[in-house]
Each structure stands twice: as structure tokens, then as C-alpha cells.
């Protein structure tokens, strides 16, 4: 029964990203999810209360899958550190554009937020701000001396930068970038961050 109930749970949520990510939070309807899923809204609302919660579970197996790649396991060597980050960044672009549902998910997830849902926005944030918080302790245990920031930035600012650079190669993965041209772009940005270097416009 355990099993059966899983299995629902799961069905419901892989449904639910699928219409989220084409249709947004507003545009996607419960009674859309509840035929295509051959159940009851009874049977729905057992497993999760309301739209929101639904897509509060959707969003959380995304930044999951995030943290699952983005977030090493073990402490790394130092040496390893470089490679390490850019791997990882590689990974994610990888995973991304094999999966177009996600890609679609994550450009309505901004959407849905600069529309101004306070729900929604929140709820973004809070999940954002944990992963972020995450980040900055593993990128302080690969790179000690961040702990103290870099340049003006605090380290918070620099792992939104680096999120911020990330989330517009991965929108535009697909259309403007290959894989290829968005692997070679996060490793620019990685090592002229951590490790700087010359000036190519003097």
C-alpha cells in the first residue's frame, strides 16, 4: 500500500512538471492534472492540499537535483578544487539540456515570480536562499581565503553571480548556446573569477 501510494505521489509530480514547466503556475489547471493522471481530486488533495503545495514539491525536486550535482559530497583536494567546480557546472549543463522540461520549468519559476505572486515569490526565495547558504559553506571549504569575500564582494554575492551568469546560459541553452559554447563560457567565468588574470582589453 506504501509502495502504491509512492507510486501515486510520484505520478502526480512528474504530471505536474510537465504542465508547470509548458503552462506556468497560472496557466496550469488541477482538473488537467487530476484526468491526465486517472484519479480523483480527492485522491490529489490527499497527497498534496493545493496547487501550491504541488508546485512547492515540484520545485524541491528540481533544486534537489540541483544540489545533487552542484554540492560534492566529500571535501575535495585542494589541487582538485578548480576542475572540480567547472565539472560540476559541465554536469549541470549536461543535465539540462537532455531535459527540456526542466529548462522550461526553471524560465516560468522567474516568470512566475516577477509576476508577482507573493506566495510564489517567497517560496522562490526561501529555496533559493537555502541552496545559496549551502553554496557559500562549500565554496569557503574549497576556497579559504573567500571567507573574507572577493574583491567587494561578500561570497553570498559572488555565488548570486555565479547563479546568475549559470541560470542565463542555461535559459538560452538550445536556441542561442550549444552545450558545448555553455561549458566553454562557465569555465571562462569560473577561473577569471577564483583565479583571476590578465586584462584582454587594456
Do not use: C
Request: net charge neutral.
Amino acid at each position: 500500500m506504501k509502495d502504491n501510494a509512492q507510486d501515486t505521489r510520484t505520478h502526480i509530480l512528474d504530471i505536474a512538471r510537465k504542465h508547470f514547466a509548458e503552462k506556468g503556475f497560472y496557466g496550469t489547471s488541477i482538473d488537467v492534472i487530476v484526468r491526465e493522471a486517472g484519479l480523483s481530486k480527492g485522491a490529489l488533495y490527499w497527497h498534496f492540499p493545493g496547487k501550491l503545495d504541488l508546485y512547492r514539491e515540484v520545485l524541491k525536486q528540481e533544486v534537489e537535483r540541483i544540489r545533487g550535482i552542484m554540492l560534492p559530497s566529500e571535501a575535495e583536494e585542494p589541487e582538485e578544487r578548480d576542475g572540480l567546480f567547472i565539472r560540476r557546472g559541465e554536469q549541470l549543463i549536461d543535465a539540462m539540456m537532455n531535459d527540456k522540461i526542466w529548462r522550461m520549468f526553471s524560465v516560468h519559476m522567474a516568470l512566475e515570480s516577477i509576476r508577482g505572486n507573493k506566495e510564489i515569490l517567497e517560496l522562490n526565495k526561501s529555496i533559493s536562499a537555502s541552496l545559496v547558504e549551502e553554496l557559500e559553506s562549500t565554496l569557503i571549504r574549497m576556497y579559504p581565503k573567500l571567507k573574507n569575500g572577493a574583491g567587494e564582494l561578500t561570497v553570498k554575492e559572488l555565488i548570486r553571480l555565479f547563479e546568475s551568469f549559470l541560470s542565463g546560459v542555461l535559459v538560452n541553452l538550445g536556441t542561442i548556446y550549444s552545450a558545448e559554447e555553455a561549458k566553454r563560457s562557465w569555465k571562462f567565468i569560473v577561473l577569471r573569477i577564483l583565479k583571476g588574470g590578465a586584462s584582454y582589453a587594456p
